[in-house]
């Protein structure tokens, strides 16, 4: 059994993992990394020509894969399989590696890897490949996740800037502001060489300018997580309104498909339904509620509360009404509650006629739908991409996660408490203003992984998936 993942993770062992997706599948990929990966792929693999630690680096050979302790010719075998050999330190862990590539489907690729791990291996812990690659060097910590933001990209847009991270573009910004500061906090520690009264002025005015420009770095690297975490995390859109103003046809109409019932009848949808959407490259969850209304019914009033709770968390709330109906003093109590950034109020059934005036609510965006027949729908999707802030003409670059910002928020505060002590005439001031910027590169350094301790890493890898 694999032990639980932890700060005791043995980094010396040799590790294999299936690392495709599991499901039917042309191919499955078994990987195998370590000191003994050739040892181990010597043991179970039979092909032509030469035993695999006798191939030459980066080839590729084909045969047959059996249990490891039968010899050869009384084995059965268990896969037909394709090997790749890549040796140290040219490869993904920068360890020896040897990946074969079985067959798909549910069983083949669990057999190979049971073999793998009766001839020596041990199963891989979640992001265990990478982990090495970070600890052997190859790749920093912001390119270990930008791997997984690829895996998990939802978008074109999201994958784009992930692929920005891998390649090491937000790993050069935060080098460069480090260096930058490591500069300003010799300086300041040069300046203790003076007494008071000696310190040239002029030293402390471009000690003050370097801070002010790393700090001004690093409130611009601080301003790419909306970006980040609409790419990474998506919009949550949820469409409410009384029962029967149109919700669902909204839903299936943003969709392009009949995704949720719709029907005449008052109280159809009674459950939270939530769908995907991708809009101007930005992932959505689009969640259709059920009518709000004093209902009678227990099924009925549940889906109802689960409605105000998706309403309360929501990133953008279409607030659907019913155009050719005046509106109900309920109606409006709900929508205008609603903040103006995030709300938008789409008065459909215009085909009916009109009652209700985008002056109803004059704050807010409104737009004047006949979703039956799909129009007004590209108006809407144009105001919820607005909403969101993010236009599809932006370039897409690498941008800064939660973890990040939340490091880089702790660092400016303390930069911003140096700044306070060096425009201040306290005494012994450069002391401790040069012991706070030691405590932010520290914390910058966790970035990068310049400084890392077992727990960050647990943090960082644990959201990976086996495999990788
Ligand atoms: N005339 C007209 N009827 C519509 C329009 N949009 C939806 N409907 C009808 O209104 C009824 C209720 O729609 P539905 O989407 O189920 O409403 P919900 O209860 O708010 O989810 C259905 O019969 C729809 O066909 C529209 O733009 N014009
Ligand atoms: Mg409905």
């Known amino acids: 059994m694999a032990a639980l993942f932890c700060r005791t993770v043995n980094t010396t062992d040799t590790i294999a993992a299936i690392t495709t997706a599991p499901g039917e599948a042309g191919i499955a990929v078994i990987r195998v990394s370590g000191k003994e990966a050739l040892a181990i792929a010597d043991a179970v693999f039979r092909g032509s020509g030469e035993a695999p630690s006798a191939r030459s680096a980066n080839t590729f050979v084909h045969g047959y894969v059996h249990p490891p302790k039968q010899s050869e010719s009384d084995a059965a075998d268990i896969d037909e399989v394709i090997l790749l050999t890549y040796r140290a330190p040219h490869s993904y862990t920068r360890e020896d590696v040897v990946e074969f590539q079985g067959h798909g489907g549910a069983t083949s690729a669990r057999r190979i890897l049971r073999t793998l791990l009766d001839a020596g291996a041990r199963l891989a812990e979640p992001g265990e490949f990478t982990r090495r690659a970070f600890l052997s060097g190859r790749i920093d910590l912001l390119q270990a996740e930008a791997v997984m933001d690829l895996i998990r990209a939802r978008s074109d847009r999201a994958a784009v800037a992930a ?25 300041l ?33 601080v301003a790419t997580w909306d970006e980040g975490h609409l790419l990474r995390e998506g919009a949550t859109v949820v469409i409410s309104g009384r029962p029967n103003v149109g919700k ?22 009674r459950d939270v339904l939530e769908e995907q959407l991708v809009l101007d490259g930005i992932p959505l969850r689009l969640i259709d509620t059920a009518g709000l209304r004093n209902a009678d019914c227990d099924i009925e009033q549940e889906g109802i509360r689960r409605a105000h709770s998706q ?46 005036t985008d002056a109803d609510f004059p704050e807010l965006t409104t737009i004047t739908c006949s979703l039956r027949d799909g129009v007004g729908v590209e108006e809407l999707r144009q105001a919820i991409s607005d909403k969101i802030g993010v236009t599809q003409s932006a370039p897409s670059h690498a941008t800064i996660s939660e973890r990040h910002r939340l490091i880089v928020q702790c660092a400016l505060n303390e930069l911003n408490d140096v700044s306070r002590l060096l425009a201040s005439d306290q005494d012994e001031f450069a002391v401790v203003a040069a012991g706070m910027i030691r405590t932010a590169l520290e914390q910058l350094g966790e970035v990068t992984g310049r400084t890392y301790h077992a727990e960050l890493l647990d943090n960082v890898f644990d959201r990976f998936c086996v495999g990788k």
């Open 189 to 221: 520690e040069a300046t203790l060489d003076f007494g008071e009264d000696e310190l040239p002025a002029a030293t402390m005015a471009t000690l003050r300018n370097q801070l002010d420009a790393v700090k001004a770095d690093l409130e611009e690297l």
């Open 163 to 187: 692929v920005e991270q891998l390649e090491g573009s937000l790993s050069r910004s935060f080098t460069d502001v480090y260096d930058r500061l490591i500069a300003v906090a010799a300086d």
């Open 248 to 269: 669902s046809t909204l839903l299936n109409a943003l969709l392009g498909a009949d995704r949720a019932i719709v029907t005449h009848q008052p109280g159809t949808t």
């Open 311 to 356: 309403i309360t968390s929501a990133d953008i709330n279409l607030c659907v009404i019913d155009g050719s109906e005046t509106i109900s003093d309920s109606e409006r109590k709900h929508i205008s509650v609603r903040d103006a950034e995030g709300c938008i109020v789409v008065m459909n059934k215009c085909d009916l006629g009109r009652r209700a």
